[in-house]
T-cell receptor, first 112, second 113 residues
């Protein structure tokens, strides 16, 4: 079954600290993996898209890694800010298919 | 460039009614996808339209339908509403290639009483 599992479900960190969110997937055949940030009450916003050949991609303080062999990805947030408080969703797309498979998300809360 | 717009933003209906939601994609984008987001199920793919044709469909009953117009605007219709249809309905637009970034709208919050 094509699935995307994220951990942890929720996370609380102090402002300025770093954190890492995990994503494991069984979607096959793999085309690309995306990380989205979703603020409460708003639509998701794309952070990164990685294809099979890419193992690291950065977007400001966000760095995503991909290990296509173990089917794992992580999103590392550096020097967290209060505005990073949101849900982070891992999404995987299968080759030749446009439909996306979504993880259930990690809810991050950054406290002052 | 204006982003993806969805109307209405909030909607309250009763069981058995039907509802139509609208999505205007980013100018130049020809692909529009619809998603349902609930606290229990997360984001789930409903369907995708490209050039007025449905290209993909998720695992939702036939009560959920959609269409796309020649100007790429899309509508989603849900007939015979059930309590479980209460959700945030998100629309996303992109250019044609599958690896293109999808840009999401703010969503329509549907509450079924």
């Amino acid at each position: 079954k094509n699935q995307v599992e994220q951990s942890p479900q929720s996370l609380i960190i102090l402002e300025g600290k770093n954190c890492t969110l995990q994503c494991n997937y069984t979607v096959s055949p793999f085309s690309n993996l995306r990380w989205y940030k979703q603020d409460t009450g708003r639509g998701p916003v794309s952070l990164t898209i990685m294809t099979f050949s890419e193992n690291t991609k950065s977007n400001g303080r966000y760095t995503a890694t991909l290990d296509a062999d173990t089917k794992q990805s992580s999103l590392h947030i550096t020097a967290s800010q209060l505005s990073d408080s949101a849900s982070y969703i891992c999404v995987v797309q299968r080759t030749g298919r446009r439909a996306l498979t979504f993880g259930s998300g990690t809810r991050l809360q950054v406290q002052p | 460039k204006a982003g993806v717009t969805q109307t209405p933003r909030y909607l309250i209906k009763t069981r058995g009614q039907q509802v139509t939601l609208s999505c205007s994609p980013i100018s130049g984008h020809r692909s529009v996808s619809w998603y349902q987001q609930t606290p229990g199920q997360g984001l789930q793919f409903l369907f995708e339209y490209f050039s007025e044709t449905q290209r993909n469909k998720g695992n939702f009953p036939g009560r959920f339908s959609g269409r796309q117009f020649s100007n790429s605007r899309s509508e989603m219709n849900v007939s015979t509403l059930e309590l479980g249809d209460s959700a945030l309905y998100l629309c996303a637009s992109s250019s044609s290639p599958p690896t293109d970034t999808q840009y999401f709208g703010p969503g329509t919050r549907l509450t079924v009483l």
